[in-house]
RNA sequence: GCGUUCGUAGCUCAGCUGGAUAGAGCACUCGCCUUCUAAGCGAGCGGUCUCAGGUUCGAAUCCUGACGGACGUACCA
């Protein structure tokens, strides 16, 4: 339901059968339940320019507004705002509605666009660390909303499988011979094997270093033991999207190393374009009012990220024909995405009308305010990050209830990977956040667990009530009506969070929604005893769209619910 | 040095397309289970929204500056 642009439509009529000529503001939430449940706040605003008092201008707009639909009641407050309450009818009337439906209401884009999204990218000569999980996650969530809004999503895992230290990685793999690939298993050891052999042994670097060639120069052997290692750091990284329920196939799959053919005419077509110019033996493309320029060509001819970073741009806007173009980067980073977009708009690499957005977010830190490392100050590897949450989530719930070992191995899962993402999630993409095992699996307040919890709640009330559900939904008190407003919010909260590539926005409105059901569900009761049977089938439909609504909003998030918590 | 970004309750965070008395959770105090899951609900306590100016009818939100932290700053990604 898209709640908001049918206020303002009702709006916009009302300024034009009141002769106002001016573009009126969007309503918004009442910021307090007495206020009702939006209110317009664009009177004021216009005082000046229409010469008149703000509650004349306020009066005229009341006047002239329709309120025989879904605005029961219209009413002028304080300076000006304009507040505005929800016919019952028509709120119980959508839910029906909403529930009846697929997608709970929540309609496709009518102008839907082709949206690439660039997540996860983990480099390929190490195993995933804690550093991969944000943007593995919000790049997720960022796909699964644009394409359950009706976007054509493409993801684009931009894996790092291309750089010199796979020159000693394979010169490694070979010599340990068929071991090899069992030593694979443990990719970090692995790098530091090779990596020793390659500090100690001057023979062997200079193999390494002759195989770093050889692959660029296509040489058979060498880029088979490339694959081979490739592939089974990508079965790593398999292992991590499954545990992390994250939708990343082989398929996504883009490599750096799939640019390489088109990095000379990158460079090529920036001469071309009249943006080269070489500085200190560089290539490099200096940007109007920027010291430091974008270097494309190292000094002794090779590419660096910059590079294929626009051909992949390119490639993206002119071979898959995306309209936006998302990276969920480190917002360390935003330095160069900056560069590189100016880059690729200013040679016409992409065209003009493409949305370049670097999806940033914050670093990750430990309870002291640190980044987060292990105890002797390695990277926490993000598998075991995941097992430990699993783990710690079977301990909080094992003697909750007489689950059998499989049920609670079940829950666990569910619930400790819930617990890690939602935590996540939840935090502003932008700012650092900390990382805390006892807040995240306290399970209280924001987090994953709550809303599990509520969902497993109404599954139980419908497990004990076997007849049909039926009849009309009737609004009956204040807190019911928000409810029903609440969960008619969803559209405008997906929207707003798909625009803005803010998963926070989606839990805020969750904890909102289920805090207000639990309060709702603690004063009406549904199946007890002395309860009409027409309010019954009201407040079963009302659970049951609200239990729906956590469904597909954790869906989103790329998170599970259970019946029985 | 320059640039980016952040600074909201004791702690962790929302709110930031300007709107009415700045919100949650944790912690602390108190209350609510003889039938719908108490991993819940209610009440209380807690704030110079870092500071100083400015724009505005109105600023946590926009602008400028200061202070404090994080990050970035030419051949790594």
Known sequence: MKLKSQLNKLIKEAFI???????????????????????????????????KNPREIAAEILNALDTSTLIQKAEIAGPGFINLWLDHKWVASACKDALSDERVGISKLETPVKVVVDYSGPNMAKQMHVGHLRSTIIGDTLSNLLEFLGDEVIRQNHIGDWGTQFGMLIAYLEESGNEGAEQLCDLEEFYKEAKTRFDADKAFADKAREYVVKIQSGDHHCLNLWQKFIDASLGHCEDVYGKLCVNLTREDVKAESFYNEDLPQVIEDLIQEGLLQE??????????????????????????????????????????????????????????????????????????DVKLEHVAFGTMMDKSGRPFKTRDGGTVKLIDLLDEAVIRAKDAIKERENYTEEEVEHLARIVGIGAVKYADLSINRESNYIFDWDKMLSFEGNTSLYMQYAYARIQSIFKKHHAAVEGDIIITDALEHQLAVMLLRFEDILERAAEDASPNQITTYLYEMVTLFMRFYEQNPILKEGVDEAIRMSRLQLADLTAKTIKKGLELLGIEVVDRL
């Open 279 to 352: 500085s200190n033996g560089a290539q490099c493309v200096f940007l109007e009012g920027e010291e430091i320029p974008v270097i494309v060509q190292k000094g002794d001819g090779g590419y660096l990220y910059a590079t294929t970073d626009l051909a992949a741009l390119r490639y993206r806007a002119n071979v898959l024909h995306a309209k936006r173009i998302c990276y969920v980067v480190d917002a360390r980073q935003s330095e160069h995405f900056r560069q590189i977009f100016h880059v690729a708009k200013t040679s016409r690499f992409v065209p003009e």
């Open 17 to 51: 059968k009141a002769g106002i000529d001016a573009e009126p503001i969007s309503v918004s939430e009442a910021t307090q339940p007495q206020f009702g449940d939006y209110q317009f706040n664009g009177a004021m605003a216009l005082a000046k320019k229409l010469g």
